[in-house]
């Protein structure tokens, strides 16, 4: 007999003799309990990170089956069955949830819990995941175990994050909004409370024309990475090209290109094709 066999029926034998408590109602608690453990650290991700999720899973796979496995027929127990498909099954949760929400038409009336399932249901795909994560309808994220995202983050309808050969980084409370595009290539590091407007096209990677001789698409790829600060807000439809750095509290106005290796001073509004400073935030 284990010693966790010999530890369930010492703790059997007192919870009978004080509460009454059957060794099948105390086996049907303890499954109870781990996955419900195991279930909130899903939903909560406290893990911060998809290994230690499915290591918590293992864990409790183990001990469902050394408490609950007959020495005839280990895995055929009908307890260990219905710990592991529940186990299992817990990643579907969200995937459930969503369908039901779309199917009853909530989604169209509190489209915020549609989006949380989101991103209860992506988070232990990513590198690290805070919590609440919000993401829209239609959200891509390629390679998303390259992809970080804070707590408090909104990512919204139709954005692409495509970090590559690179990786994407996206601090707390920061939102994204529709149809943006963020190419991760050389390193993409968005600060905390960060407002990225519609249509934004984050690249850290770009073509380059220095050759007349060579294609386009022939000639070395240009990647540099990207650093947005704190605090900063750029607005709808901005073009922000490989090196560029925007300190903390910068404003970035509709329609702006900001060139390669630019540097936009704190608290400064940037304006323009290419960006060029207009004035002090708050003047």
């Known amino acids: 007999m284990s010693y966790l066999n010999k530890a369930f029926n010492y703790f059997n034998k007192v919870l009978y003799q004080k509460f009454g408590i059957s060794k099948r109602y105390l086996r049907s608690l303890i499954v ?33 089956y050394s408490l609950n496995s007959s020495e005839e027929h280990p895995l055929l127990n009908p307890y260990s069955l219905i710990a592991a498909t529940l186990l299992f099954l817990i990643p579907f949760v969200g995937e459930l949830a969503l369908a039901i929400l779309m199917i009853t038409g909530v989604e169209g009336r509190a489209p915020h819990i549609t989006m949380l399932i989101r991103g209860i249901r992506v988070s232990t795909k990513l590198k690290a995941c805070g919590f609440p994560v919000f993401l829209g309808k239609g959200v891509c994220m390629y390679q998303p175990n390259k992809v970080t995202l804070g707590d408090h983050v909104s990512i919204y309808d ?4 495509f970090p590559a050969t690179g990786e994407v980084v996206i601090g707390d409370k920061t939102h994204i909004d529709c149809n943006s595009v963020i190419r991760g290539d050389g390193g993409v590091f ?20 220095k050759s007349s001789e060579l294609k386009i698409v022939d000639q070395p790829l240009i990647k540099a990475p990207i650093i947005i600060e704190d605090d ?8 922000v090209l490989p090196g560029v750095r925007i300190k903390r509290g910068a404003v970035v106005g509709a329609g702006a290109v900001v060139p390669m290796n630019k540097i936009l001073e704190e608290y400064t509004v940037y304006v323009g094709v290419p960006v060029k400073a207009l004035k002090k935030r708050g003047e």
């Not at 900063?232 to 073009?239: D, L, Q, R, T």
């Open 158 to 161: 139709n954005v692409v994050i």
């Open 190 to 209: 968005i600060g905390n409370h960060c407002a990225i407007s519609s249509g934004v096209k984050i690249y850290s990677v770009s073509n380059q024309a």
């Open 232 to 239: 900063v807000w750029i607005g709808a439809n901005v073009v």
């Open 32 to 64: 109870a309990t781990l996955t419900l453990i195991v279930l909130l650290i899903r939903i909560f991700s406290l893990n911060r990170n998809k290994l230690t999720y499915y290591g918590a899973m293992f864990l409790f796979m183990v001990l469902f």
